[in-house]
């Protein structure tokens, strides 16, 4: 498995990288600047697979749910744990996510 394809990451990928969020956060964002160091198409590569990945996607169902229902990010993300346990990312993994996101722009 390549670095680019690892940035395609499932949320139970994700979860199995380190036992918290911040630590999970600390080796994606090490994997990104390794494809940085290789070029910078590795590493706009590796972004578009992040943007496409089933973790990123699952965020941008919340957030866009969120906006639907004029609900505070938090109160979604609760609901959905409520609705549907450990297959809904946790209110630490959707801050991690945010934080990723603010760092991974071209």
């Known amino acids: 498995v390549t670095g680019v394809q690892t ?3 499932p949320i139970s990928r994700f979860r199995r990288m380190a036992k918290t969020p911040d630590e999970a956060e600390k080796k994606v964002m090490q994997m990104f600047q390794a494809l940085k160091q290789e070029s910078y198409d590795r590493w706009a590569e590796g972004i578009k697979r ?3 990945s089933p973790l ?3 965020y941008l ?3 866009a ?3 639907t229902e ?3 990010i938090g109160e979604v993300v609760q609901a959905m744990q409520k ?4 297959g809904s990312l946790t209110p630490e993994e959707v801050g991690v996510i945010i934080h990723m996101n603010q760092a991974l722009v071209f």
């Open 61 to 63: 169902r919340i957030v």
């Open 56 to 58: 990123q996607q699952e």
């Open 83 to 86: 609705a549907s346990g450990a």
């Open 7 to 9: 940035c395609a990451l």
């Open 65 to 67: 749910q969120a906006f």
């Open 50 to 52: 992040w943007r496409q």
């Open 70 to 72: 004029q609900r505070p």
